[in-house]
């Protein structure tokens, strides 16, 4: 059974920082490409960072320089360490796992950043 599970989220204010895990099970882990997504309320999720099975990364523009997604593959977890946070990084955070047609999906967690 596939589990997908992130932890770590909560409140913070500007310019604080905050740490997502994210725990697979049930899975490869080294052979998926590993992602972060958020959605606000009333909008599309969309792609926050990602990690191929390779190492290599990719950022949306907004957080491009104050987030770093990484991965241990020995703990079957990924990471996203968020610095310099904004109230508009305000949303909840998924994570997930895409291997050739299969994708699965945490249930996301909730970031607030306000004063």
């Known amino acids: 059974q596939v589990q997908i599970v992130e932890s770590g989220g909560g409140s913070a204010q500007p310019g604080e920082s905050l740490k997502l895990s994210c725990e697979a099970s049930?899975?490869?882990?080294?052979?998926?490409?590993m992602g972060w997504y958020r959605q606000f309320p009333g909008k599309q999720r969309e792609m926050v960072a990602t990690i191929s099975r390779h190492g290599k990364v990719n950022y949306v523009d907004s957080v491009e320089g104050r987030f770093t997604i990484s991965r241990d593959n020995a703990k079957m977890t990924t990471y996203l360490q968020m610095d310099s946070l904004k109230s508009e990084d305000t949303a909840v955070y998924y994570c997930?796992?895409?291997?050739?047609?299969?994708?699965?999906w945490g249930p996301g967690t909730q970031v607030t950043v306000s004063p």
């Open positions: 997930k796992a895409q291997w050739a047609q299969y994708e699965y």
């Open positions: 049930g899975i490869m882990f080294s052979s998926y490409n």
